[in-house]
């Protein structure tokens, strides 16, 4: 079956953060959007039949998962990632922020410090915020159009906060690196050595362009895995994120313990029905829809990287080598902060999530969601071709 990726699919008045609520969030009502990271594009077919047949069926009582349900999330990671996950490690949760925020409580005590590696998705430092912990930062170093780690400010930063858990983005979001096992290995080394907790944020490891490969964090060594909390989630990968499903694993007792204990805390028990139908039929069916999404946003970031360099040079692509969410570098227009976000707002009509929401770094940058129709992109690079010409 050859899926339609250029299909436009009218998304208003479907309750779509993205398309919806513009005059909420103080935006103009016509505004065309690429931020937040869900894709314009239908799920697979093999989701919407068991949504469709769980619809059907009518009653949507408590639900929970058996053993098939771990076979075939067992035999996604296994077949893509060569990670051979337990049964015991799995710990289902509705979204992986909330994991995220539940195991800040579970890991640390109010005041301890968390590390995140800033530019970075801006819940990892609000969840470190609104849990009262303390937030340490290891900035991204950008160099000659590329980011990497600054590793001996990151065991200076560790040392000095005493800090207790790491935040990692991998593949990172939003500058697009997918890590190498050596920089894994370093980063990993680190935090074993001082006694640091890793969540490893791997939502967007379905995602890597040609070149490059994802490694599971916990994998890398067996040591990380019992330093590990691994969060995964079909939501990216399958344009599931309203149905609030993902999939954390724990190979450490102890840590897993703890998780587990503040999820009951927090009074939460069993997944959503839908999600669970939905996650299982993408996880065991949707390989074959998903290289071919892989192929088309290829595709878009090409024109992108071409549009750029051909009609808006002083806007540079920083190339992803993972994610749909590409990361523009503004500084070449010369323009502060407000001026950018007037270009982008005001003058090109273009909802993106500006690089100051991504903390340190993020002066002076876009972040753009490529997940769409090539057809919308073009419109939104003309728009903002246009509005870079008006200056
Ligand atoms: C790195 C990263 N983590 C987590 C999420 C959101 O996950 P969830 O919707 O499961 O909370 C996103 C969504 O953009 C993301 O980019």
Redesign the pocket.
């Given at each position: 079956m050859q899926y339609n990726f250029d299909e436009i699919i009218d998304r208003r008045n479907t309750d779509s953060l993205k398309y919806d609520f513009a005059k909420e969030r103080e935006k103009p009502e016509e505004i065309l959007p690429l931020w937040?990271?869900d894709m314009d594009f239908k799920t697979p077919a093999c989701v919407i039949d068991a949504l469709v047949d769980k619809s059907q069926h009518g009653i949507f009582g408590y639900s929970e998962t058996k053993r098939d349900y771990f076979e075939v999330l067992q035999h996604w990671f296994s077949s893509r990632f060569h990670w051979k996950i337990q049964p015991e490690w799995l710990v289902k949760t509705p979204?992986?922020?909330?994991a995220?925020s539940t195991a800040i409580r579970a890991l640390t005590a109010k005041g301890d410090a968390v590390l995140v590696q800033q530019p970075v998705?801006y819940?990892f430092s609000r969840s470190v915020l609104v849990n009262q912990r303390k937030l340490a930062v290891n900035q991204l170093i950008y160099s000659q159009g590329k980011y990497r780690i600054d590793f001996e400010d990151l065991e200076e930063k560790v040392i000095k906060n005493h800090v207790k858990l790491f935040i990692l983005?991998s593949p990172h979001?939003p500058v697009g690196r997918v890590w190498t096992r050596e920089e894994l290995i370093r980063l990993g080394d680190i935090c074993l050595k001082h006694g640091v907790i890793v969540i490893s944020?791997e939502?967007?490891a379905d995602f890597t362009y040609q070149g490059y490969r994802h490694l599971v964090f916990a994998d890398v060594k067996p040591e990380f895995s019992k330093i590990a909390v691994t969060?995964t989630?079909p939501?990216?990968t399958f344009n599931l994120?309203g149905l609030?499903i993902?999939n954390i694993f724990i190979a450490s007792g102890d840590i897993r313990s703890k998780f587990r204990q503040e999820i009951a805390r927090s009074g939460y028990s069993q997944m959503n029905t839908m999600g669970i139908a939905a996650c299982r039929a993408a996880y065991a069916k949707g390989g074959e829809w998903l290289a071919q999404l892989k192929e088309y946003l290829a595709g878009n970031l090409n024109f992108l990287s071409g549009f750029l360099q051909e009609k808006l040079p002083s806007i540079r692509l920083v190339e992803p080598e993972g994610?749909y969410?590409a990361w523009l570098d503004c500084s070449g227009l010369g323009l502060d902060s407000q001026k950018l976000e007037d270009l982008i707002v005001n003058r090109a009509q273009l909802w993106l999530d500006s690089g100051t929401m991504f903390g340190a770094g993020g002066e002076g940058f876009q972040r753009v969601n490529i997940a769409c129709p090539r057809i919308i992109l073009q419109q939104a690079l003309i728009q903002l071709e246009d509005a870079v010409k008006s200056l």
């Amino acid at each position: 079956m050859q899926y339609n990726f250029d299909e436009i699919i009218d998304r208003r008045n479907t309750d779509s953060l993205k398309y919806d609520f513009a005059k909420e969030r103080e935006k103009p009502e016509e505004i065309l959007p690429l931020w937040v990271a869900d894709m314009d594009f239908k799920t697979p077919a093999c989701v919407i039949d068991a949504l469709v047949d769980k619809s059907q069926h009518g009653i949507f009582g408590y639900s929970e998962t058996k053993r098939d349900y771990f076979e075939v999330l067992q035999h996604w990671f296994s077949s893509r990632f060569h990670w051979k996950i337990q049964p015991e490690w799995l710990v289902k949760t509705p979204g992986v922020v909330y994991a995220i925020s539940t195991a800040i409580r579970a890991l640390t005590a109010k005041g301890d410090a968390v590390l995140v590696q800033q530019p970075v998705y801006y819940p990892f430092s609000r969840s470190v915020l609104v849990n009262q912990r303390k937030l340490a930062v290891n900035q991204l170093i950008y160099s000659q159009g590329k980011y990497r780690i600054d590793f001996e400010d990151l065991e200076e930063k560790v040392i000095k906060n005493h800090v207790k858990l790491f935040i990692l983005c991998s593949p990172h979001n939003p500058v697009g690196r997918v890590w190498t096992r050596e920089e894994l290995i370093r980063l990993g080394d680190i935090c074993l050595k001082h006694g640091v907790i890793v969540i490893s944020d791997e939502i967007h490891a379905d995602f890597t362009y040609q070149g490059y490969r994802h490694l599971v964090f916990a994998d890398v060594k067996p040591e990380f895995s019992k330093i590990a909390v691994t969060c995964t989630a079909p939501s990216k990968t399958f344009n599931l994120a309203g149905l609030q499903i993902s999939n954390i694993f724990i190979a450490s007792g102890d840590i897993r313990s703890k998780f587990r204990q503040e999820i009951a805390r927090s009074g939460y028990s069993q997944m959503n029905t839908m999600g669970i139908a939905a996650c299982r039929a993408a996880y065991a069916k949707g390989g074959e829809w998903l290289a071919q999404l892989k192929e088309y946003l290829a595709g878009n970031l090409n024109f992108l990287s071409g549009f750029l360099q051909e009609k808006l040079p002083s806007i540079r692509l920083v190339e992803p080598e993972g994610t749909y969410l590409a990361w523009l570098d503004c500084s070449g227009l010369g323009l502060d902060s407000q001026k950018l976000e007037d270009l982008i707002v005001n003058r090109a009509q273009l909802w993106l999530d500006s690089g100051t929401m991504f903390g340190a770094g993020g002066e002076g940058f876009q972040r753009v969601n490529i997940a769409c129709p090539r057809i919308i992109l073009q419109q939104a690079l003309i728009q903002l071709e246009d509005a870079v010409k008006s200056l």
